[in-house]
């Protein structure tokens, strides 16, 4: 059961804030990289590309996420070494996401050239490194 608690429904809104920073970022950088080409050959308008775009990476979120989500979150990192201090886990995966979500808004507004997956795997293992230099 859901305790009814404010801070429990902070915590959530907070994440909830957080994955809609970081999926927005994402959208940005994929969109910009995938419908530029369409938008500048004159093939779609503006309009049209973004549409296109939301329901592709709208699609692609749920029909393929889970199976990255897992990949990510079980695959490259081993849960298991985080199992006497879980929250370990969830803060560093919390910093994963606000430091994939400040890196993509920077390169993508300075119009880098960036990958998202990059984004993601590194900082992930950034997280694995310092758990064994810390030794947590």
Sequence with gaps: MLNPSGVV??????????ALYVASNLGANDVANSMGTSVG??????????IVAGVLE?????????????????????????????????IGMVSVLIACGLWLQIATSRGLPVSSSHAVVGAIAVLVRSRRELAL
Excluded: C, D, I, Y
């Design 58 to 90: 709208f699609a692609g979120a749920v029909f393929f996420g889970k199976g990255v989500s897992e990949t990510l979150a079980t695959g490259v990192v081993n849960p298991a070494a985080f199992a006497a201090q879980p929250q370990v886990f969830l």
């Design 9 to 18: 429904f902070g915590q959530l809104a907070a994440m909830a804030a957080l």
């Design 41 to 50: 050959s004159k093939a779609l308008t503006l309009r049209q590309a973004l």
